[in-house]
């Protein structure tokens, strides 16, 4: 259940907030921020070492982000099937997707963040829409946008309840704490109580609410196994990252040719 919070006000220094909490299996292999493509050498992002793409792909000279979470609905026919990892690296790229063949795709929500607009893709498998999202605090999860999540049939599929209840849980705690300002200086200190909450506001990994969470699933573990926080401004990006979350010490500041220290898994999370 990936988590995104975004936060819009253009009259900030830092008018775009952006928390991803990535959720997946442990086994899946992936390496921590860094500058993995050399055919678009500006990205920097956390890669997915199965299909090569990423979650999360900033180009921190413009600024421009994208940020990709599974959606729920029909898959693509698995002959034709192109990696979801592909259109944050597109759009933090390009600043659009080009001529995008949906129906290649499984569901996805897809966040496109510059400093003038904040757009929200997404597709279900048979309907794609294309939503701005204005200044204030908006939350999307593997549902879709908070407040318009569709209706899901019975049987089985998504935990709806729980993901809802993360939603009544965090979206008034984030709303409520003081907009962050990320300057310079650690990550608890740039990102003040924006942080408590993302690492998971203390609350069990069982927990129906919980952000940060931790399952078994056939056999598999699966859970949250990253945490990115990223600030747009004008002329200046702030991005931290965990591999260990809900662990305050595992927090670092990402920069454009520097590696993840060792305590913070420069080996895959």
Not at 99 to 120: G, K, M, N, Q, S
Not at 159 to 171: E, M, N, Q, S, T
């Amino acid at each position: 259940m990936c988590t995104a919070v975004i936060s819009i006000d253009p009259a900030a220094p830092f008018p775009i907030l952006l928390a991803g909490v990535r959720d997946e299996f442990h086994d899946r292999k992936s390496v921590p921020p860094g500058h993995h493509w050399p055919d678009r050498p500006r990205l920097v992002g956390g890669q997915d070492l199965l299909a090569g793409g990423t979650w999360l792909a900033v180009d921190p000279g413009v600024p421009r982000a994208g940020c990709v979470l599974n959606g729920f609905g029909r898959p693509a026919p698995e002959q034709d099937r192109l990696s979801r990892g592909e259109l944050p690296l597109r759009f933090a790229a390009d600043g659009s997707l080009g001529e995008l063949d949906t129906a290649r795709y499984d569901p996805f929500h897809l966040i496109c963040a510059t400093l003038d607009e904040v757009r929200l893709l997404s597709w279900d498998g048979t309907t794609f829409a294309d939503r701005p999202l204005g200044p204030g605090l908006h939350m999307v999860t593997n549902l879709g946008l908070a407040g318009l999540e569709p209706p899901l049939p019975a049987g089985p599929g998504p935990d709806a309840g729980a993901i809802r209840a993360r939603i009544a849980h965090f979206v008034p705690l984030l709303a409520a704490a003081p907009r962050p300002a990320p300057g310079s200086g650690a990550t608890a200190e740039a990102w003040g109580a924006w942080l408590p909450l993302v690492d998971g506001d203390g609350l069990d990994p069982d927990d129906p609410r919980a952000l940060v969470v931790r399952q078994e699933v056939g056999g598999r573990v699966a859970g949250t196994v990253s945490t990115t926080l990223l600030a747009l401004g004008h002329g200046t990006v702030r991005y931290d990252f965990t591999s260990t979350p809900g662990a305050t010490e595992g927090w670092w500041n990402v920069m454009p040719g520097r590696s993840a220290p060792t305590s913070a898994g420069a080996a895959v999370d």
